[in-house]
């Protein structure tokens, strides 16, 4: 089943608006939450990531917010520009167990941002 | 410094057959793991390796194997290829086994089948 779900779908932006992906996991285990940017063509980079110890986490334009009681965490892109349109991925993982290190991905979010 | 290198970038086979995908860590990276992209979803976790040992493997048939050399590369073979098959193969390397934090991945291989 689907560890991570990741809303919406697709996102259409204007150059300049606030973007805003949304993710919702079960596995209270997950102790660390990054989001990835894919290009056509290229594989996931790491964007921002969160630990659950703290509710936000800014980078720039990119903001993580994190409910823990939840178990809910988005990104926010603030001053979206052309250059973002990309797919966004959340993803969840655990430093513990049998699963220690797996990456759990949301099924991705289509970004784009018209100029 | 190089990143994560994958080959080949793309390759079309026929429904029946084997592929070998080979990927290259970064350089002092000793975890190579690796992860299915079917069209239009996220990257699924296929195998984790560290130490030349299979430390990981998700859900997926017997048809996958992977291996780690000494020099810490990775192969992914699939064999008896069906048309489900056909996605982008993510390589992802890291310095410590189980350090979701330092995975980094490379461009990937997109695999056809048909």
């Known amino acids: 089943q689907q560890q991570v779900k990741q809303s919406p779908q697709s996102l259409i932006v204007q150059k300049g608006g606030i973007s805003i992906i949304n993710c919702a996991y079960e596995?209270?285990?997950?102790?660390?939450f990054p989001w990835y940017q894919q290009f056509p063509g290229k594989g996931p980079a790491l964007l921002i990531a969160i630990r659950p110890d703290v509710s936000e986490k800014k980078e720039g334009r990119f903001t993580i917010s994190f409910n823990k009681s939840a178990k809910q965490f988005s990104l926010h892109i603030m001053d979206s520009q052309p250059g973002d349109s990309a797919t966004y991925f959340c993803a969840a993982s655990s430093d513990r167990g049998s699963t220690l290190g797996r990456l759990y991905f949301g099924r991705g979010t289509q970004l784009t941002v018209w100029p | 410094d190089a990143g994560v290198t994958q080959s080949p970038t793309h390759l079309i086979k026929t429904r029946g057959q084997q592929v070998t995908l080979r990927c290259s860590p970064i350089s002092g990276h000793k975890s190579v793991s690796w992860y299915q992209q079917v069209l239009g979803q996220g990257p699924q976790f296929i195998f984790q390796y560290y130490e030349k040992e299979e430390r990981g493997r998700g859900n997926f048939p017997d048809r996958f194997s992977a291996r780690q050399f000494p020099n810490y590369s990775s192969e992914l073979n699939v064999n008896a290829l069906l048309l489900g098959d056909s996605a982008l193969y993510l390589c992802a390397s890291s310095s410590i086994w189980g350090a979701a934090t330092e995975a980094f991945f490379g461009q990937g291989t997109r695999l056809t089948v048909v």
């Open positions: 596995n209270t285990a997950f102790d660390y």
